[in-house]
């Protein structure tokens, strides 16, 4: 019902530059928020970024300053650019869509299947 794919992974050296973009389709009236999540090998996913419908932002404190997040509404697209990035931001990302389902007018959670992010000293 709801596809959430994300993509733009890969190796970088510290100091280096990426950005993951994430795409949501299928049968829902509205987002109401998208979010970067992060699990690093042996840890817990944890919230990396996130944007409302309204456009506010939150970070992790590890990531402010080096990551933004931003979002493309015609295209229900949410992107990440990552800045100066470092050994430990080593992690898969995964993509979080909350939307609002046409059917019942619920709201639900939606996962990405994941981007690896690696970062080499």
């Known amino acids: 019902q709801v596809q959430v794919v994300e993509s733009g992974g890969g190796l970088v050296q510290a100091g280096g530059s990426l950005r993951l973009s994430c795409a949501a389709s299928?049968?829902?009236?509205?987002?109401?928020?998208m979010g970067w999540y992060r699990e690093a090998p042996g840890k817990q996913r944890a919230l990396v970024a996130a944007?409302?419908?309204?456009?506010?932002?939150n970070y992790a404190g590890s990531v402010k300053g080096r990551f933004t997040i931003s979002k493309d509404n015609a295209n229900n697209t949410v992107y990440l650019q990552m800045n100066s990035l470092k050994p430990e931001d080593t992690a898969v990302f995964y993509c979080?869509?909350?939307?609002?389902?046409?059917?019942?007018?619920?709201?639900?959670?939606?996962w990405g299947q994941g981007a690896q992010v690696t970062v080499s000293a």
């Open positions: 979080n869509a909350e939307v609002t389902m046409v059917s019942d007018g619920l709201q639900y959670s939606y």
């Open positions: 299928g049968s829902f009236s509205s987002i109401n928020r």
């Open positions: 944007i409302s419908t309204g456009g506010s932002t």
